[in-house]
């Protein structure tokens, strides 16, 4: 399955944003995360989705990010309030058993820029 985000851009620190997550084929079978990587280091896990719609979010977004699936129409949003300038960088997702392989080939991203 390839994935690719879409719905960054520029907001100011408390702003929001919903970053979309499309997949070339369905997703109902896989466990889906955001991840976000800050400028120079890697990816890290923000946020994830299981099979049966169950959230699990980083400490640094609980609370302000919301994470959900429409298997109907193949996508994963990410919802993202209170934004803070740290939040910037760019937002991919990913099957989240085949990252945990290792050497994970990453789809297109999404730059997230938050001005404070």
């Known amino acids: 399955v390839q994935l690719q985000a879409s719905g960054g851009g520029l907001v100011q620190a408390g702003g929001s944003l919903r970053l979309s997550c499309s997949a070339s084929?369905?997703?109902?079978?896989?466990?889906v995360g955001w991840y976000h990587q800050a400028p120079g280091k890697q990816h890290e896990l923000v946020a994830a989705v299981t099979t049966s719609g169950g959230a699990h979010y980083a400490d640094s977004v609980k609370g302000r990010f919301t994470i959900s699936r429409d298997n109907a129409k193949n996508t994963v949003y990410l919802q993202m309030n209170t934004l803070k300038p740290e939040d910037t960088g760019g937002y991919y997702c990913?099957?989240?058993?085949?990252?945990?392989?290792?050497?994970?080939?990453w789809g297109q991203g999404t730059l997230v820029t938050v001005s404070s």
């Open positions: 084929e369905s997703t109902f079978s896989i466990n």
């Open positions: 990913a099957d989240i058993a085949k990252w945990r392989l290792g050497d994970y080939r």
